[in-house]
């Protein structure tokens, strides 16, 4: 690929990328890439992105058209054609970035009209500069936890046979053999490699109803990731699970709460007596719980059963925001706030699983909310998520709900809250209990 862009401007910009009705991707020369944060639409330049790092995969967007800076006019346009193939239709291009990544601008696009909902991806924005892609996102976590070329297939097979011959008939073994092998979990993947952190996924059941399900959508207009589990499993196959895990590797973690099941707290009847049969056994590992937090009473329970760090979803702290994006059942935001503070009661670690989004996440409306809230519950870290959901769809949600000043930028956004709480951890992935106290 090849550029003819010139001028000391224009070197700093980056190339866009466009994608043909084929599905071929392609730098188009005279135009630069542009991202975008709610109304907010921004060239891209070698500051804002970094080389595309190792993982992140591309897509075009269809039933939509990119929006690019013009370099000959200087002005941002909507192209619906190929300037140099007259007739030939273009698509945005998306980066769908790698785990430890936070990305600070979508894409930008307008939607065509009747355009369906895009899959359930985060849409970074993307482009061409001197012989490689680069993307607008933010590292979190260095860790290489779920980096593919640590997992070799051949070891992973290995791994899932040595497992299948220790616990044949354990059926939480066997779904995460499917995870691992048709879903490509790295999670899963990891199990079976015997490497940092292993799911339990236990519960069929859930009382929210997020937009962005990962593994239940209804109505029919986008699919979901992957198949939920459809069985609880027994607490013995949990903690021989767990154990095995826990045994075999150093400084481990094992999670409650995993993509493939709704939340663990409804599946407290076994997952309590498989915490205390696995500390029965042992107090090495972690034992973690990704949850909603909507119901505290049982979130105590495991707590004092042994449970030693709990991950708690959240979109936004504004109560308003998070009941439009989780749709809870039987619950409310009070609740989620009172399992925090039960959690660091107790003295366990407690992180938010925060599910941002260029354009909404880091307005002053949501970031004065979240100073007022960290204020309120010091939790011990954050987890910058991307949330993988349809962003002008997620931005008219939001907007509809509470009123959004210009945005501030991701970066200033994280900037900004590591200022005001300097001790709180930044990430991505649950750490193990040796690593609680670790300064970032």
């Avoid at 260095?142 to 299948?164: N, S, T």
């Amino acid at each position: 690929m090849g550029s003819r862009n010139s001028g000391k401007k224009q070197d700093n910009l980056i190339a866009a990328l466009v994608a043909n009705p084929a599905g071929e991707i392609f730098e188009l020369e005279g135009y630069a890439a542009v991202g975008m944060a709610g109304g907010t639409q921004v060239p891209l330049t070698t500051r804002e992105t970094r080389p595309m790092p190792f993982g992140g995969e591309l897509m075009f967007l269809p039933e939509r058209r990119p929006i690019l800076l013009n370099l000959a006019t200087g002005r941002l346009e909507t192209l619906e054609v190929n300037p140099y193939a007259p007739g030939e239709a273009l698509f945005p291009v998306a980066a769908f970035n790698s785990p430890g990544y936070v990305i600070a601008y979508v894409t930008a696009y307008r939607e065509k009209k009747r355009a369906g909902q895009l899959p359930l991806f985060a849409y970074g924005a993307v482009g061409w500069h001197r012989g490689k892609f680069r993307t607008a996102v933010i590292q979190v976590d260095p860790e290489r936890r779920q980096d593919l070329r640590l997992m070799p297939p051949e070891d992973v097979a290995a791994g899932m046979a040595r497992m299948r011959r220790r616990m044949p008939s354990n059926r939480l073994r066997a779904h995460l053999e499917k995870c691992a092998r048709e879903y490509g979990c790295p999670a899963g993947k990891n199990f079976f490699l015997g490497r940092y952190e292993a799911p339990l996924p236990t519960s069929p059941e859930c009382n929210a109803r997020c937009l962005g399900c990962l593994s239940l959508q209804t109505g029919g207009q986008i699919p979901r990731s992957q198949e939920r589990i459809g069985f609880k499993p027994s607490e013995e196959e949990i903690a021989e699970v767990a154990l095995a895990h826990i045994r075999r590797v150093p400084q481990s973690v094992v999670s409650f709460g995993q993509g493939c099941e709704g939340d663990p707290l409804l599946a407290a009847d076994v997952i309590e007596p498989a915490i205390r049969r696995i500390r029965a056994r042992t107090r090495a590992g972690t034992i973690n719980m990704n949850t909603n937090g909507s119901r505290p009473a049982i979130l105590q329970r495991l707590l004092d059963a042994g449970l030693d760090s709990v991950r708690i979803s959240i979109n936004s702290v504004r109560q308003d925001c998070y009941d439009a994006y989780f749709r809870p059942k039987a619950y409310g935001f009070a609740d989620v706030c009172h399992s925090i503070d039960r959690t660091l009661q107790s003295g366990k670690f407690v992180s938010i699983n925060y599910l941002n989004c260029p354009g909404f996440t880091d307005t002053p409306q949501e970031l004065e909310a979240l100073r007022r809230f960290l204020d309120r519950y010091p939790i011990n870290m954050i987890q910058w998520r991307n949330l993988n959901f349809d962003p002008i769809r997620y931005w008219k949600i939001m907007n509809g709900i509470a009123r959004h000043s210009r945005p501030q930028g991701m970066k200033n956004a994280l900037r900004l809250v590591r200022q005001a709480f300097p001790h709180l951890k930044y990430g991505y992935f649950n750490p193990p209990k040796e690593k609680f106290n670790e300064v970032d």
